[in-house]
DNA sequence: GGAATTATTTGCGGAATGGTACAAAAAAGT
DNA sequence: ACTTTTTTGTACCATTCCGCAAATAATTCC
């Protein structure tokens, strides 16, 4: 130990990738992991069907401490649905930017979505915002504004990509990127409803290239 | 009453509308809207967030007479779903029947749909297959089946639109009637889950029309 | 080593849950 | 009038639910 300790201490920086010394008993799970057994709950059985006792079973957290990381049950829903779009986000961002060709952008895009909608260990638990968010979100204001901020984002997306392409001259002056983007929320939502029905993969697959011969026709 | 009581007594059919003097205390209720109060509730909070109490609370109905009369929560649940069904079926089947120009046709079925989905007292209730059903259709066959026969009833009847228009020249003989009614049924779901995170009519009805102008062009 | 801090563990408590048992009530059959 | 049949109303049961209080444990700071 060469430094010194008066002084010169470095101002140990909010959130650092170096665990600032906590103070009190260290955590015996990792946040991240747990919040992610969490989501998997609620993506598998909605908000009411979850109990605090399954999630603290998922977890290997008791309640006590599920309550002291997140809150209450609803905090906790909330937290997981943030989660879920950031993971979602992440996976179709870098698609979205490519330069592709806008047929294979798309079909990347819904082959990354199909991936989301249909994993699960005990069946395809389809798109969270579709199956359980959207239904909250009527008496929750809080759940309908990340909601529709997800509806967002989707759209625009989708838009930017199919502007770019007109640009590109991939597709006719007289498309409109919005509405086809709004089109293509809608095969994503079609999809996300289907395939928790348990609708095979090759199904979807071939409503996605139809929609797709459609937009880009 | 010139009939003779003898001989000609008619016999009293099963089910006829005058009610075969039942045998021991008569109901004091009606099963019908009884069914119209569960179904109202289930829509608005699902399966697992619906108390028995609560049904019994909008029905009247106390709730052995509601286990005798309808079967358990699931059961009950089910013939609320089938009851929802046969009332969407019915209120689309005569437009999906008629011989309006394809445009126009598909116009009154997505206003009756949005009708449909933005109705209730507390909030839009949204589309039940979307909103609920598929959620349960996962782990539950017999949903399942009513959910999948229920996509594929409203994939077939917009496919039958699509084939009609394009026999009767309205569409060029390359669309292809069948993804062009996934597309449709993409969009009812589109406007079922959006409805339900409170989109307001004008935007809803801005998705048809733009999905229209796709569709038919 | 002791104080302070933070998490965990155990277990409680009141409410709500789905479902049912049983007696009383209201009708028809005889 | 009396029996039979069906539904209603009340009450109850065992379980599960969410949230919290109090005691214990593990770590850092001084």
Same mark, same amino acid.
Request: with cysteine; proline share 6%.
């Given at each position: 130990?060469?430094?010194?300790?008066?002084?010169?201490?470095?101002?140990?920086?909010?959130?650092?990738?170096?665990?600032?010394?906590?103070?009190?008993?260290?955590?015996?799970?990792?946040?991240?992991?747990?919040?992610?057994?969490?989501?998997?709950?609620?993506? #598998?059985?909605?908000?009411?069907?979850?109990?605090?006792?399954?999630?603290?079973?998922?977890?290997?957290?008791?309640?006590?401490?599920?309550?002291?990381?997140?809150?209450?049950?609803?905090?906790?829903?909330? #937290?997981?649905?943030?989660?879920?779009?950031?993971?979602?986000?992440?996976?179709?961002?870098?698609?979205?930017?490519?330069?592709?060709?806008?047929?294979?952008?798309?079909?990347?895009?819904?082959?990354?979505?199909?991936?989301?909608?249909?994993?699960?260990?005990?069946?395809?638990?389809?798109?969270?915002?579709?199956?359980?968010?959207?239904?909250?979100? !009527?008496?929750?204001?809080?759940?309908?504004?990340? !909601?529709?901020?997800?509806?967002?984002?989707?759209? #625009?997306?989708?838009?930017?990509?199919?502007?770019?392409?007109?640009?590109?001259?991939?597709?006719?002056?007289?498309?409109?990127?919005?509405?086809?983007?709004?089109?293509?929320?809608?095969?994503?939502?079609?999809?996300?409803?289907?395939?928790?029905?348990?609708?095979?993969? #090759?199904?979807?697959?071939?409503?996605?290239?139809?929609?797709?011969? !459609?937009?880009?026709?």
């Amino acid at each position: 130990m060469v430094q010194k300790s008066k002084k010169a201490s470095p101002p140990p920086r909010i959130d650092s990738p170096v665990e600032p010394k906590r103070r009190g008993r260290p955590r015996a799970y990792q946040p991240d992991i747990a919040l992610g057994k969490a989501l998997d709950l609620f993506r #598998k059985d909605g908000f009411a069907a979850t109990s605090l006792d399954d999630l603290s079973a998922a977890t290997g957290m008791n309640r006590p401490s599920l309550y002291g990381a997140f809150g209450d049950k609803r905090e906790l829903y909330i #937290k997981s649905y943030q989660r879920y779009r950031d993971d979602a986000r992440a996976a179709m961002v870098d698609i979205f930017r490519n330069e592709l060709p806008i047929k294979k952008r798309l079909e990347c895009i819904y082959a990354v979505a199909l991936d989301i909608y249909l994993s699960g260990d005990s069946g395809p638990r389809g798109c969270f915002t579709v199956m359980t968010a959207a239904s909250e979100a !009527v008496f929750d204001s809080e759940i309908r504004a990340m !909601v529709l901020e997800g509806f967002s984002e989707l759209d #625009k997306a989708f838009a930017a990509c199919f502007r770019h392409a007109r640009e590109k001259g991939e597709l006719p002056e007289s498309a409109d990127p919005t509405m086809l983007a709004q089109l293509a929320s809608a095969t994503i939502h079609t999809i996300a409803i289907r395939a928790r029905a348990r609708v095979p993969r #090759k199904e979807l697959e071939a409503i996605v290239k139809g929609a797709i011969d !459609v937009m880009c026709r």
